[in-house]
């Protein structure tokens, strides 16, 4: 609970075998006070909703993934977050992950840049 940078892959080797990681659980790092960083893999399709609630730290996200949709986004996975946030997102998909992302808490200021 008390790392400052997180890092969820796109893919994980489990018994020599690699799979992808397609989903972040719902409360998954909800209230993670000290977290700053993060990076969410090329494989998430869908992130549950309050999975980073309450990250009252967290200014920096990187998003790696083009697989999201609206839908997927849980309700309030980014809220309760730092006021002052930067989102990094593949320009393919900034324009649309911006509003999306700010409906489920990332504040209306934060910069998004790709």
């Known amino acids: 609970r008390g790392a400052k940078k997180l890092t969820i892959a796109g893919t994980v080797k489990i018994g020599g075998k690699s799979y992808?990681?397609?989903e972040i659980a719902a409360d998954?790092?909800?209230?993670?006070r000290d977290l700053q960083?993060?990076?969410i893999g090329k494989n998430i399709e869908?992130?549950?909703?309050k999975a980073f609630y309450g990250c009252g730290?967290?200014?920096s996200i990187t998003i790696k993934t083009e697989k999201l949709t609206a839908a997927g986004i849980g309700e309030n996975a980014f809220g309760k977050n730092a006021k002052k946030m930067t989102v990094k997102c593949p320009a393919?998909?900034?324009k649309k992950y911006k509003k999306w992302l700010i409906r489920k808490g990332i504040p209306k200021d934060a910069k998004f840049i790709s």
């Open 20 to 22: 992808r990681v397609k």
């Open 28 to 32: 998954a790092c909800k209230d993670m």
């Open 37 to 39: 960083t993060l990076v």
């Open 46 to 49: 869908k992130i549950g909703k």
């Open 57 to 59: 730290k967290l200014r």
């Open 92 to 94: 393919s998909v900034l």
